[in-house]
T-cell receptor
């Protein structure tokens, strides 16, 4: 079956540090890959996505590249801000299907 | 962006009672909504797919008689936890599937979640 594995948190960084949150997946065929973010007290929001190999999703300074050879979709940001503190979820949908499979989430805390 | 609300945001009930959770898409119509369950420090687990005007589709291992889903309109889906027990305590999250319009892509929008505690 499909599965998503992401690095366990919590992750604590200083402001302006470089961020990487690892995500790897197992799926048949060609899934679409997503990063969702959940800010305190709010619902999950789509942060970025990629639908085919070598695609790069980007939004709000965050980037992730769909690497089929390593089945990975690592989230990166060059300089994090306090406002980036949230829980980040990596997820996938199988090709032709809208059902999301989520990773366990990584709590990120940025300290000034 | 699109907004999905859930009500209540938290609920505490006695064992054996039933609890209804509402999920509403506030500014778009959703023929498909999803219900998830999240345990502490664990992933969101898809429970069922709610389809407007038809029966919900449940994931393997989810008791359909325990978790009743009704999608009576294009903006409202409800999840009723019947005869709740302490092991049903969890964080329940819904999402609504918004079909793409011109120049956009299909996207799932999530509600803020409902925390259920069964005593």
């Amino acid at each position: 079956g499909n599965s998503v594995t992401q690095m366990e948190g919590p992750v604590t960084l200083s402001e302006e540090a470089f961020l990487t949150i690892n995500c790897t997946y197992t799926a048949t065929g060609y899934p679409s890959l997503f990063w969702y973010v959940q800010y305190p007290g709010e619902g999950l929001q789509l942060l970025l996505k990629a639908t085919k190999a070598d695609d790069k999703g980007s939004n709000k300074g965050f980037e992730a590249t769909y690497r089929k050879e390593t089945t990975s979709f690592h989230l990166e940001k060059g300089s994090v801000q306090v406002s980036d503190s949230a829980v980040y979820f990596c997820a996938l949908t199988p090709f032709g299907n809208e059902k999301l499979t989520f990773g366990t989430g990584t709590r990120l805390t940025i300290i000034p | 962006g699109a907004v999905v609300s859930q009500h209540p945001s938290w609920v505490i009930c006695k064992s054996g009672t039933s609890v209804k959770i509402e999920c509403r898409s506030l500014d778009f119509q959703a023929t498909t909504m999803f219900w998830y369950r999240q345990f502490p420090k664990q992933s969101l687990m898809l429970m069922a797919t709610s389809n407007e005007g038809s029966k919900a589709t449940y994931e393997q291992g989810v008791e359909k008689d325990k978790f009743l889903i009704n999608h009576a309109s294009l903006t409202l889906s409800t999840l009723t936890v019947t005869s709740a027990h302490p092991e049903d305590s969890s964080f329940y999250i819904c999402s609504a599937w918004r079909l793409a319009g011109a120049g956009s892509t299909d996207t799932q929008y999530f509600g803020p979640g409902t925390r259920l505690t069964v005593l």
